[in-house]
């Protein structure tokens, strides 16, 4: 790929479902405030932003309307080219349509694909039922969406094979680990080259650590050849009991953590590339 290969891709989850205000202040709920944040991010380096919906009380949210205010808060930054990835989750179980709604009419880059169902932080279960998944793929091939396959425990990734046998996936995939979530795999880099090494081959992947596994899987991911999710969504800190000031903040210190590796952020557009996506214009 030239000098792609000295590229990395950053994205930003801004907020994600779980973590509030009295654990950060910086976590972005209203639609401007998370819209801000994406640009901000894309400003710092960021080319993607991972987007979530919230009530105004903070709780997870699928309302359409939220998603369509956030998206076109980003969208309407004209200087802004940051490709956009919408949650198919906003909370842990949901009527399928309404998980899959703001996917179909927003047309993001793209849209989490999370492949299989884990009892969440050993407090609820996050349901990814067979049926949601095969709604799921069908419904981002139909809307020419890469999905963003969120991966938890190596089973997820056996689960992706399946559903590429079936043609309810289209290969190659786009894999996004997450490790240390309490009910899946832990933050390990034994873990993580595991992964990595039972994904398809042609596979693209990036990974991240959830809160004190953040900084070691960053590291690891960049030695390992992959490509970089931070945020408050996985980590609410900068250091040992300092909180990270926004999500800005958290993609300056991957853009750092490239340059030392002598590696550069991807452009949006470097991302589209590497990735397989296809660019959105309205």
Partial sequence: ????SRKRVIT???CGSWPTKEMNPAVPYAPDEIAEEAYNCWKAGAAIVHIHAREADGSPS???DLYEDIVNRIR?????DVCINITSSGRECGPDEERIEPIQKLLPELASYDAGTLNWQNRTVFENHPRFLEKLGLALQQANVKPEIEVFDAGMIYNTIYYMKRGILKA??????VLG??????????NLVH???????????????ISSGHLPMMMATIALGGHLRVGLEDNLYMDRGV?????MELVERAVKALELNNLEPATPDEAREIYGLTRKVF
Wanted: hydrophobic letters at 40%; one cysteine or more.
């Fill in 12 to 14: 930003a989850a801004l």
């Fill in 172 to 177: 190659p995939c786009h894999y996004q680990v």
């Fill in 243 to 247: 909180l990270a000031k926004s999500n």
């Fill in 1 to 4: 790929m030239g000098e792609l």
């Fill in 181 to 190: 979530c309490a009910g899946g795999m832990t933050s390990t880099v034994e």
């Fill in 62 to 64: 699928i309302r359409y």
């Fill in 76 to 80: 309407a930054h004209k200087d802004c």
């Fill in 195 to 209: 992964l990595k090494n039972i994904m398809p081959a042609g596979s693209t992947w990036a990974a991240c650590g």
